[in-house]
């Protein structure tokens, strides 16, 4: 008697399905496998050539968009990937949030119809002073009410888009209330998200916000969500004409998180230079194989320390300079992936 047990393939799918819990409209030639991460992209204006480091050009954009459609990536709403995330719901492998800041003209005349017409979802953040003043080059209010109806999730970058690791308390307060409270007055519901303007903020920034009613807070530090991130300080990453070639956005898109604990300095406002960098890799595995970490004026950092199996530091000769510096990890990881680890710090004039 043959012991092989042969099953019809009608049934396999069945019994993989119930075992796996994917859903049998999820068999087929892609299956949206259960991920605890995701990458966030940080766009700001569309075809405008003269500002290379803000914009992509039109090609560019058409590319990235052919790219998120190929079938590879889930495009998913800004509310939705970081509820899922932070309450431990899977989201699909290779999912992907696109949020857009400061609500420049060229989002609405180029950015936005393309994204549209390509069913893609994706978030504003407005600074609202420019909003009020009809300043040239930006939205109206009429144009974001008009992406807001269709579906837009909108977002705060304050009043008056300061830089706010600078700022006192009361003056971020008031900025991050009023900025809320006048996207209310226009759009009928209280923001849920601030985006920190040139992605510079600080302890008190972010308490800040928090106590302004923000739940969640955007940086401009590359790096992918995890549960375990600082959902008040999250990272997302740059797209601009310089950093918008296809196989860069693709190697971004592609990107597992880093998942870190007990990083210091936990302030994004530096107040002792050179500091201390360092973190816990929350694999109990330990460090990955071939991690190396970056910082974006000085390069390679080869003075790096492992203490035990999963903590890492990182030692600087040079004091950092004014301004924005970011420090970046990396490890190789599964399917020519990469696994990324990044944070930014403000450093006062």
Same mark, same amino acid.
Not at 80 to 94: F, L, N, Q, T
């Given at each position: 008697m043959n012991s092989r047990l042969h099953i019809s393939l009608p049934l396999f799918v069945a019994l993989v399905s119930v075992v796996f819990a994917i @859903?049998?409209?999820?068999v087929g030639a892609r299956v949206a496998v259960a991920s605890d991460s995701g990458v966030i992209l940080m766009y700001h204006r569309f075809g405008e050539d003269a500002y290379p480091s803000t914009s992509v050009t039109v090609e560019q954009l058409d590319s990235h968009i052919e790219e998120l459609l190929a079938g590879a990536y889930t495009v998913l709403p800004l509310s939705e990937m970081v509820d899922s995330i932070r309450k431990g719901v899977p989201v699909p492998d290779r999912a992907v949030a696109i949020t857009v800041d400061d609500a420049y003209a060229s989002l609405y005349e180029t950015g936005w119809p393309k994204l549209?017409? /390509?069913?893609? @979802?994706?978030?504003?953040?407005? /600074?609202?002073? /420019?909003?009020? /003043?009809?300043? +040239?080059?930006?939205? +109206?209010?009429?144009?974001i009410r008009e992406l807001h109806d269709a579906g837009v999730e909108i977002g705060s970058q304050t009043v008056t888009h300061l830089h706010m690791a600078d700022a006192d308390y009361e003056t971020n307060l008031a900025e991050? +209330?009023?900025s809320s409270a006048r996207l209310e007055a226009e759009l009928g519901k209280k923001p849920r998200f601030v985006a920190y303007p040139y992605g510079e903020a600080s302890s008190e920034a972010i308490q800040a916000a928090f106590e302004a009613g923000y739940e969640i807070g955007f940086g401009q530090h590359s790096g992918v969500l995890f549960q375990q991130a600082d959902f008040?300080?999250? #990272?997302?990453? @740059?797209i601009n004409m310089n950093y918008g070639g296809l196989d860069r956005f693709r190697r971004v898109i592609n990107t597992l998180p880093l998942a870190v604990a007990d990083l210091t300095p936990t302030n994004p406002k530096l107040l002792e230079n050179p500091p201390v960098f360092g973190f816990t890799v929350?694999? #109990? +595995?330990?460090i990955p194989f071939g991690l190396a970490c970056y910082h974006s004026q000085f390069g390679k950092v080869e003075r790096m320390e492992v203490l035990g199996k999963r903590r890492v530091e990182l030692r600087f000769d040079q004091v950092f300079p004014p301004g924005r510096n970011r420090i970046n990890c990396t490890a190789p990881g599964p399917s020519a992936r990469w696994r990324w680890f990044g944070m930014q710090y403000y450093v006062p004039e």
């Amino acid at each position: 008697m043959n012991s092989r047990l042969h099953i019809s393939l009608p049934l396999f799918v069945a019994l993989v399905s119930v075992v796996f819990a994917i @859903p049998l409209a999820l068999v087929g030639a892609r299956v949206a496998v259960a991920s605890d991460s995701g990458v966030i992209l940080m766009y700001h204006r569309f075809g405008e050539d003269a500002y290379p480091s803000t914009s992509v050009t039109v090609e560019q954009l058409d590319s990235h968009i052919e790219e998120l459609l190929a079938g590879a990536y889930t495009v998913l709403p800004l509310s939705e990937m970081v509820d899922s995330i932070r309450k431990g719901v899977p989201v699909p492998d290779r999912a992907v949030a696109i949020t857009v800041d400061d609500a420049y003209a060229s989002l609405y005349e180029t950015g936005w119809p393309k994204l549209r017409d /390509a069913g893609l @979802p994706f978030t504003v953040f407005v /600074a609202t002073r /420019a909003i009020d /003043a009809g300043l +040239s080059g930006y939205m +109206s209010w009429d144009q974001i009410r008009e992406l807001h109806d269709a579906g837009v999730e909108i977002g705060s970058q304050t009043v008056t888009h300061l830089h706010m690791a600078d700022a006192d308390y009361e003056t971020n307060l008031a900025e991050l +209330s009023d900025s809320s409270a006048r996207l209310e007055a226009e759009l009928g519901k209280k923001p849920r998200f601030v985006a920190y303007p040139y992605g510079e903020a600080s302890s008190e920034a972010i308490q800040a916000a928090f106590e302004a009613g923000y739940e969640i807070g955007f940086g401009q530090h590359s790096g992918v969500l995890f549960q375990q991130a600082d959902f008040m300080y999250l #990272p997302r990453y @740059p797209i601009n004409m310089n950093y918008g070639g296809l196989d860069r956005f693709r190697r971004v898109i592609n990107t597992l998180p880093l998942a870190v604990a007990d990083l210091t300095p936990t302030n994004p406002k530096l107040l002792e230079n050179p500091p201390v960098f360092g973190f816990t890799v929350a694999d #109990p +595995s330990g460090i990955p194989f071939g991690l190396a970490c970056y910082h974006s004026q000085f390069g390679k950092v080869e003075r790096m320390e492992v203490l035990g199996k999963r903590r890492v530091e990182l030692r600087f000769d040079q004091v950092f300079p004014p301004g924005r510096n970011r420090i970046n990890c990396t490890a190789p990881g599964p399917s020519a992936r990469w696994r990324w680890f990044g944070m930014q710090y403000y450093v006062p004039e």
